[in-house]
T-cell receptor, first 111, second 113 residues
Framework: SQTIHQWPATLVQPVGSPLSLECTVEGTSNPNLYWYRQAAGRGLQLLFYSVGIGQISSEVPQNLSASRPQDRQFILSSKKLLLSDSGFYLC??????????FGPGTRLTVT | GENVEQHPSTLSVQEGDSAVIKCTYSDSASNYFPWYKQELGKRPQLIIDIRSNVGEKKDQRIAVTLNKTAKHFSLHITETQPEDSAVYFCAAMSTGSARQLTFGSGTQLTVLP
């Protein structure tokens, strides 16, 4: 069965510091991968999606970037964090079916 | 792009009563409509979904209805229990290879014992 991992689970970073969040999927090949952000008490905002290795599409212009170096690995990065980058970051995957499943998330606090 | 509106933002019901959450979407080409339940501090969990070629789908105490003409869909929870308390999100999927979901703003459901 498929499993999705995210790390770290929680992170506290100062403003201006870099960021790297990782997501990996097991048990499937060539998944579509997605990064969402959820601000406190808010809905889910799609940040990036990828349909294959090296293929990244951005939904919202911002100081974040994403990369997909391997088929089942998706990385979210930033060179300099802003206070507004705080939130709950969720990775999700889907394959040939329509269903989209979320990872456990990373809770990021920028201080 | 797609726009999804969800109502109400908060809903309180007595245990055993029914709860209904409604969503509207803007893109008539959207063809897949999932519902997610998110408990505090946890990931959203897919609880039920419906495709555009179906008008209603049921799974035990939860059901989803879709009206393509009016571009709205609803989640129905019957015989509510305290463990149903959570934030519920609707979403609509646009066509295209990436199958992107656009989410509603969420409904905080509280089931009062």
């Amino acid at each position: 069965s498929q499993t999705i991992h995210q790390w770290p689970a929680t992170l506290v970073q100062p403003v201006g510091s870099p960021l790297s969040l990782e997501c990996t999927v097991e048990g499937t090949s060539n998944p579509n991968l997605y990064w969402y952000r959820q601000a406190a008490g808010r809905g889910l905002q799609l940040l990036f999606y990828s349909v294959g290795i090296g293929q990244i599409s951005s939904e919202v212009p911002q100081n974040l970037s994403a990369s997909r170096p391997q088929d089942r690995q998706f990385i979210l990065s930033s060179k300099k964090l802003l206070l507004s980058d705080s939130g709950f970051y969720l990775c999700a995957w889907s394959v040939s079916s329509y269903e989209q499943y979320f990872g456990p998330g990373t809770r990021l606090t920028v201080t | 792009g797609e726009n999804v509106e969800q109502h109400p933002s908060t809903l309180s019901v007595q245990e055993g009563d029914s709860a209904v959450i409604k969503c509207t979407y803007s893109d008539s080409a959207s063809n897949y409509f999932p519902w997610y339940k998110q408990e505090l501090g946890k990931r959203p969990q897919l609880i039920i979904d419906i495709r555009s070629n179906v008008g209603e789908k049921k799974d035990q105490r939860i059901a989803v209805t879709l009206n393509k003409t009016a571009k709205h869909f609803s989640l129905h929870i019957t015989e509510t229990q305290p463990e149903d308390s959570a934030v519920y999100f609707c979403a609509a999927m646009s066509t295209g290879s990436a199958r992107q979901l656009t989410f509603g703003s969420g409904t905080q459901l509280t089931v009062l014992p």
